[in-house]
Structures are given as C-alpha cells and as structure tokens.
C-alpha cells in the first residue's frame, strides 16, 4: 500500500514531498523530530504495532500538531470506527478500488 500510494502522489504531483513510515511509532518519531510539519497525514487502521486510531489519538494530543489534516485511510469502514476517527478531528477516507481512484482521491486531497 505505502508504494502505491507514493507513485499515486508522485503521479498527481511531483513536487508533493512524500514521506512515509513503516509503523506508527515511526511516524510519531519523525513528528517529533522534524523542522516541517506535514500539510497532511495518512494513516491506515490496520498498522503494526500500534493501530492508526492510537496513532491519532497521540497525535492530537499536542497542540503543535493541531494544523495537520489526518486521513485515515482504510478498507474497515464501521461506523462506530468513523464516529470515533470524527470525534478526533481526523477525516475517514474508505481505500480505493483502483490506481485511478487512488490517484482522484489524492488529488482531492491535495486540495483540502
């Protein structure tokens, strides 16, 4: 999913600065150690380790991170799952069925 997902960003567009992280913990790591916030994270429910909900949950909790816009990108899409990703302050995007889609959905994206 992450490399499909970066030639769908580099294929809407290139200048796009596409960052990715194997586990959350990863992601909240370079949260905490970059110079540049990110515009938006993406997030699956399904991680290793700790899960996208958990992830989002640290991250709300500092307000330095309060402007990104969070995605959480996956095939579950229970409503008390969305509910709670809502209640967050995050969007709730359900994966999509082709390269094509994908690609439509990250240009939606880009402009949000």
Known sequence: DIEIFQEAVALVDPSIRYVSASSAREA??????????????????NMPG?????????????????SINIIIYSTNSFPKDVEQIESLGARFIRKANSFNDLCSLIRSLVKW
Request: charged share 35%.
């Open 50 to 66: 700790m899960d996208g909900k958990s992830c989002l949950k640290e991250i709300r909790k500092e307000k330095k991170f309060d």
């Open 28 to 45: 909240l790591e370079f949260l905490h150690t970059t110079d540049t916030l990110p515009n938006h994270i993406v997030l699956d429910i």
